[in-house]
C-alpha cells in the first residue's frame, strides 16, 4: 500500500471561507497567479503609449500644478470627476506613468475577484472559478489595456461584473448600484442595459424602481468636485458634451459603418447613416427582447450568460460613434461564456482577437488587418452567438400551462369515466323521467 506523502496531506488541507471550500492548493496557486500576473504587468509599466502622451500625462501635469484635489474645481479632462478623483489620489507620487497603471492594474485584480465570484455563483464549482479568474488576469487584451495601453477601460467593466453577480444572487437593489458606481466612471456601462430590460421583462430579478439608484449615485460622485468649485451643470452634463465629440459612423470600431466606410477617413454622409443607424439598434434590440418575452423559457445560467454576450456585441455592432476600446466589456462576457461552456472557447478567443487587432495602431503603429475585415470577423462572431442563443431558447422552452378544463378531463379519465350525452328532450313519456330520477337520487354502496 502506498504511503501518503505529508506534501499531499499538506496541498489537499481544506480551509472553508465562508461558503467556499478551497484546498491548500488552490491557495498556492492563486498566490503565485497574483504575484506573476502582476510581474508580466510590471515588465509593461515603462512603455508610454500615445495616449499617455497626448491626454494623461497632460492632464496630470496639470493636476499636480493645481495641488492635486483643488485642480477638481478646473474642467481639466473630458472624464467624469468619478476617474479625476483617482487621478488627484495618485498625483504625489513622482512617476505618473507608474501611478497611472497601478490604478487600472489595481482594478484588474478587482475584476478577477468579480469574475471568480460570477463562476462560483454559476457553477459552484471552486476550480472553474479560479479558471475564471485566471483566464481574466492573463487576457491579453486585458494586460495591454492597463499595463501596456494605459487606459482605464477594467474600472468601469469591473463594476459591470459586480453587478452580475448580484444579478444572479437575485439581488436587484446591490445589481442597481454597482451599475451606477459604473456609469459614474463610463457612459458605455449602457451596454448592458438592453439585457437589463430584458430581464425585467422576464421578470428575473430586475425591480425597476431600481433605476433611480443611477441618477442618485452619479449625483453623490458629483458632490465632492462641486465643492471644489466645478459647476454643478457641467458635472452633472459631462456626457451630453461628450456625445458631440465624435460624429463619424464609426471610431475605429469594427462594426457595420466600417463595413460601409464610414469611418473617421472616408466618411461620406456621417450625420444621415448616424441617425438611421441609431433606430436600427433599436429595432433590433426590441426585436430580441420582443423574441425572449414572447417565448415560455427557463432562464437558464447559460442562456442568460448567452444573452448577455449577444446584446452588448449587437448593441455595439449597430450603434452609431462607437470606439475602438468600447469592446473591452465583450471580452469580459466572452470569458464567462466559456467558463460555463467549454466547447464555445474558440468564439471567446475570435472576440479577444478582434480587441487585439484594435488596439495595434496605437501600441506599435501597425495594423494587423484593414478594420472592415475585422468588422466581418465581429459579425460571424455574433451571428455564431445569436445562433447559439437561439439553440439554447429552443432547448429551454417550457410546457405550457394546463387549463382547468384540461385537469377536469384527465381526472375523469382516470376515474375510468364515460361521457355520457343524454337528450332530455327526447323523453316524452314522463315515467321514463321518474325512474331516472330515481336511478340518480338513490345512494351508491
Known amino acids: 500500500m502506498e504511503k501518503n506523502r505529508v506534501i499531499d496531506a499538506f496541498l489537499n488541507y481544506e480551509i472553508r471561507i465562508k461558503s467556499i471550500v478551497f484546498k491548500m492548493v488552490d491557495l498556492i496557486f492563486m498566490l503565485c497567479l497574483f504575484v506573476l500576473s502582476f510581474m508580466i504587468r510590471w515588465k509593461l509599466f515603462p512603455i508610454e503609449s500615445a495616449d ?61 475577484f468579480a469574475m471568480f465570484a460570477i463562476v462560483y455563483q454559476l457553477t459552484g464549482n471552486t476550480r472553474k472559478a479560479i479558471f475564471g479568474m485566471t483566464a481574466l488576469l492573463l487576457c491579453p487584451i486585458v494586460i495591454l489595456d492597463s499595463a501596456y495601453w494605459c487606459q482605464c477601460d477594467i474600472i468601469y467593466t469591473s463594476f459591470i461584473l459586480w453587478a452580475l453577480f448580484f444579478f444572479f444572487r ?32 422576464k421578470k428575473k430579478t430586475v425591480k425597476l424602481y431600481h433605476l433611480v439608484y443611477i441618477p442618485v449615485v452619479f449625483f453623490l460622485f458629483q458632490v ?16 451630453f458634451d461628450q456625445s458631440s465629440y465624435y460624429p463619424w459612423g464609426t471610431l475605429e470600431y469594427p462594426n457595420i459603418y466600417a463595413i460601409i466606410d464610414e469611418t473617421i477617413d472616408s466618411n461620406h454622409h456621417m450625420y444621415e447613416i448616424s441617425g438611421a443607424g441609431t433606430f436600427l439598434a433599436v429595432i433590433l434590440l426590441g426585436f430580441i427582447a420582443y423574441y425572449i418575452y414572447t417565448k415560455r423559457i427557463e432562464l437558464t445560467n447559460d442562456l442568460m450568460v448567452t444573452l448577455a454576450l449577444f446584446t452588448v456585441a449587437i448593441t455595439l455592432y449597430t450603434l452609431p460613434h462607437m470606439h475602438d476600446r468600447y469592446g473591452f466589456l465583450i471580452d469580459l462576457i466572452a470569458i464567462v461564456y466559456f467558463m460555463l461552456r467549454p466547447r464555445k472557447l474558440p468564439v471567446s478567443i475570435g472576440f479577444m482577437f478582434v480587441s487585439i487587432c484594435l488596439s495595434m495602431p496605437y501600441l506599435i503603429a501597425y495594423r494587423v488587418m484593414e478594420i472592415k475585415y475585422v468588422a466581418m470577423i465581429q459579425l460571424v462572431l455574433i451571428v455564431f452567438v445569436g445562433y447559439d442563443l437561439y439553440k439554447l431558447v429552443s432547448e429551454n422552452i417550457l410546457p405550457e400551462p394546463v387549463i382547468e378544463e384540461d385537469i377536469f378531463e384527465e381526472c375523469i379519465e382516470e376515474e375510468g369515466a364515460e361521457e355520457e350525452i343524454i337528450d332530455l328532450g327526447s323523453f316524452n313519456d314522463d315515467s321514463v323521467l321518474d325512474e331516472l330520477i330515481n336511478i340518480t337520487s338513490t345512494p351508491s354502496s
Open 224 to 239: 465632492p468636485a462641486w465643492l471644489f468649485g466645478r459647476p454643478l451643470k457641467e458635472l452633472m452634463l459631462v456626457y
Open 170 to 201: 437575485d439581488n436587484s437593489r446591490v445589481c442597481f448600484i454597482f451599475l451606477a458606481i459604473a456609469f459614474t466612471f463610463k457612459l458605455q456601462t449602457v451596454f448592458i442595459l438592453p439585457f437589463i430590460i430584458i430581464m425585467w421583462l
Open 52 to 112: 499617455y502622451w497626448g491626454f494623461l500625462k497632460v492632464w496630470m501635469d496639470q493636476i499636480k500644478e493645481l495641488g492635486g484635489f483643488p485642480s477638481l474645481a478646473k474642467e481639466i479632462s473630458n472624464y467624469t470627476s468619478s476617474y479625476m478623483y483617482l487621478m488627484c489620489m495618485v498625483s504625489g507620487i513622482d512617476n505618473t506613468l507608474f501611478a497611472l497603471k497601478f490604478i487600472s492594474v489595481f482594478f484588474d485584480y478587482v475584476a478577477s
